[in-house]
């Protein structure tokens, strides 16, 4: 799968998001629920985004070059020409796919159990998440600190299982 580029009006429209959603967050009393799906939402969607295939990856590739970059190009009113550079493979292994995966499970769970608002958080986390994901600071940073974390957890996930994974 061909990497997706993020466009200056999709991180326009990312960072306008972020900026948007913490500051009604702060203004409403900053409550820990609200914090907890912002941060869930913004996990998964980096975690998306630095999937290397499957369909997280395929996921979090048409939410950026169907839905940020168009957006955000059009609100900018740039003709999408200027694209950030690609960022470079993160190194998640199988076993970093399945604790994504559940991570997954588990925020579709808090979806389905929370009000509007928090949904609305979840999915804007989401949406700004996977558009850091393919920013390359940011994409190395994770690489770097929280993809090992990951690896590790799926990796014990699938050392766990009655049958041998090779």
């Given at each position: 799968m061909t990497p997706a580029q993020l466009s200056l009006g999709g991180l326009a429209l990312a960072v306008a998001v972020l900026?948007?959603?913490?500051?009604?967050?702060?203004?409403?009393?900053?409550?820990?629920?609200s914090a907890a799906a912002i941060g869930g939402g913004l996990l998964i969607g980096l975690l998306g985004a630095l999937c290397s295939g499957g369909l997280l990856g395929w996921a979090a590739r048409r939410l950026v070059t169907g839905v940020t970059n168009p957006l955000g190009n059009a609100a900018s009113g740039d003709t999408g020409?200027?694209?950030?550079?690609?960022?470079?493979?993160s190194g998640m292994t199988a076993g970093g796919g399945v604790a994504t995966t559940l991570l997954l499970v588990v925020v579709l769970l808090a979806w389905r159990c929370c009000d509007n608002q928090l949904r609305r958080q979840i999915a804007a986390g989401a949406l700004v998440g996977s558009s850091v994901g393919l920013i390359g600071g940011a994409s190395g940073l994770a690489a770097l600190t929280l993809i090992p974390a990951v690896n590790h957890f799926g990796d014990r996930i699938l050392a766990s299982l009655p049958f041998q994974y090779s």
């Open positions: 900026v948007f959603t913490v500051i009604r967050w702060w203004c409403t009393g900053h409550q820990a629920p020409s200027q694209l950030l550079p690609q960022a470079a493979p």
